[in-house]
């Protein structure tokens, strides 16, 4: 964490009492903050709740051993929900990106085309949900597809953002040196979309993840969504805590994975921070 | 209008007439399952029919007052949770990160929950449709109260401003556009997450309908409710943009 390294490096900071700069540094209080919440529920899930809509964190612990990952079933339901989110967003990258430079290719493609995707993007894609699943049955191959219609538009967008806020300084300095218009494209324009579609491939992330868990938990005749339905009507709380927590880990592992891609391929000194405070969803 | 906007007006209509065109021919050859897609002749009557109904009229109000209640959950939390994480740059470090974290999950893992602790009725979905707009509506707060220039507050102050009058002429038109936007996309987040809670476990409203007719396989009023809301967020979402817009120009 760069944030600690800071804090425990700096010499002023070394004569000061350790617990002064413990509670100067974000991310020791971050942990702190997120381990009174766990003591709070650990607490209050213990002694107050009732068993029948809370558990404590011990106790959904527990269950994830006893009950989620001891059940072959709901082993190999979380393994296809992993497959139907990594082909929903390798579909969704290849076409987004395919799709966002077509549109945004020309002047004239993006005043034409990007209104109607940024008109697409905003319509709610739920109201498809039932649809979707009656096209495409209650398999993996309906929650696939919902994934992908989830994460492509932001794909297409950030891409289509990307090659239209090229700098007209850089063009023409590109065109006065007498580079060609495949030089432009390939020295200038592809360059400089880089950040913006990773800020795309992000968003495309969270959304693929939405779509097909929504998916997931609408079709509640298979697959996750039946599990986490058995466990609600059984008043049966801490299997459902685990099983939600298992595909939060899993969420998050997503995640992950495109912001570390992010850092190792996005060139020059600018990493992607962990967070994104402006660039929030939408 | 100049040639250029002319014409990319021209391919806009021609992109519609296509797509129009495409769906009458698709169902008027048989091409395509009438379960799927139904002809638009028949949406249209369904659409008409449906209107004049009063369980339509009953189940937009559902829909429409959950949101509202969502929304201004989402809302009075949510800038008040970010204005006050905002004032002090230690609690921004510390607790943004999380926020932000955790709206990369997507919140509907958690629906669940909402269902185990509110029931099958409209309090699960209000809850739901608040906890996912909290997030962009906080974390805009936070984006923009925290990122001010710190010159205009010290201008501020030292041409003498109370702290009132810092809040009134500095601090709010400063913040105004960055926070619109959060509460534009929590809103839209809030419809669509209060549309999709709805079609997954509910006994009313809109998204409850939807999936009623799909699962009854009446296409027609499938595809009526469908057009019915995807032409209110379109009217919605143009309201918003041109809203945002003038805020952004004063």
């Keep these: 964490m760069a944030s600690l390294s800071s ?14 700069r413990l509670a100067r540094s974000p991310f020791w209080l971050r942990i702190a903050l997120i381990a009174a919440i766990l003591l709070l529920l650990e607490y209050y899930g213990r ?50 990106v395919a799709i966002g430079l077509i549109v945004g290719a020309t002047k004239f493609s993006r005043a034409a085309l990007f209104p109607i995707i940024l008109l697409l993007f905003a319509i709610p894609q739920v109201s498809f949900m039932p649809l979707v699943i009656l096209i495409f049955g209650l398999g993996p191959a309906a929650k696939i597809a919902f994934g992908f219609s989830h994460g492509i538009f932001p794909i297409i967008v950030n891409v289509v953002a990307g090659m239209r806020d090229v700098k007209e300084l850089h063009l023409r ?54 599990y986490t339905r058995v466990f609600a009507e059984n008043y049966n709380p801490a299997p459902l805590f685990a099983l939600i927590t298992s595909l939060a880990v899993i969420a998050i592992f997503f995640n992950e994975i495109v912001r570390i891609a992010e850092n190792t391929l996005t060139p020059g000194k600018r990493r992607a921070p962990r967070i994104q405070s402006k660039s929030v969803q939408k | 209008m100049d040639r250029s906007s002319l014409s990319s007006r021209s391919v806009q209509w021609a992109f519609l007439a296509l797509a129009a065109g495409a769906w009458y021919l698709a169902t008027a050859t048989g091409s395509v399952s009438r379960l799927f897609l139904p002809p638009p002749r028949e949406v249209f009557t369904a659409l008409v029919a449906l209107v004049q109904t009063n369980a339509f009229w009953s189940a937009v109000l559902v829909t429409a007052s ?84 710190q010159r205009y507050l010290l201008a501020a102050q030292s041409m003498g401003g109370n702290r009132w009058q810092i809040f009134r002429y500095v601090l709010m038109p400063g913040a105004l556009p960055v926070l619109f936007t959060g509460l534009r996309i929590g809103f839209f987040i809030c419809l669509a997450s209060v549309l999709g809670g709805e079609t997954i476990s509910s006994v009313a409203g809109v998204g409850r309908n939807i999936a009623l007719t799909a699962e009854l396989m009446e296409p027609g009023r499938m595809f009526a409710w469908i057009s019915f809301v995807v032409c209110m967020s379109v009217v919605l979402n143009l309201l918003a943009f041109s809203f945002e817009n003038r805020i952004r120009a004063r």
């Design chain 1, 7 to 20: 804090a425990t490096s700096t010499p002023a900071a070394s004569s000061t009492p350790i617990w002064s």
């Design chain 2, 66 to 149: 959950t949101v509202a209640k969502a929304y201004v959950l989402a809302l009075i939390i949510g800038i008040l949770a970010g204005y006050l994480v905002s004032r002090s740059k230690l609690a921004v470090a510390t607790i943004e990160p999380v926020i932000s974290g955790l709206f990369t999950i997507p919140i509907t893992l958690f629906f669940p929950m909402f269902i185990l602790f509110f029931g099958v009725g409209t309090g699960s979905k209000v809850a739901y449709g608040a906890t996912y707009a909290f997030f962009p509506i906080a974390l805009n707060t936070i984006a923009a109260f925290a990122n001010m220039e």
């Design chain 1, 47 to 96: 002694f107050h709740a009732d068993p029948a809509f809370m558990r404590p964190p011990s106790a959904v612990v527990e269950a994830f051993f006893t009950s989620v990952i001891s059940e072959p079933k709901i082993v190999s339901a979380l393994w296809l929900c992993i497959t139907e989110i990594s082909i929903a967003y390798g579909m969704s990258v290849v076409f987004g």
């Design chain 1, 173 to 226: 300095g590109a065109r006065s040196m007498g580079a060609s218009k495949a030089d432009i494209i390939r020295h200038v324009i592809l360059p400089n979309m880089v950040p913006s579609l990773f800020t795309g491939l992000r968003l495309g992330m969270t959304l693929t993840l939405l779509g097909v868990i929504l998916a997931e938990l609408y079709v509640s005749t298979g697959g996750v969504g039946y």
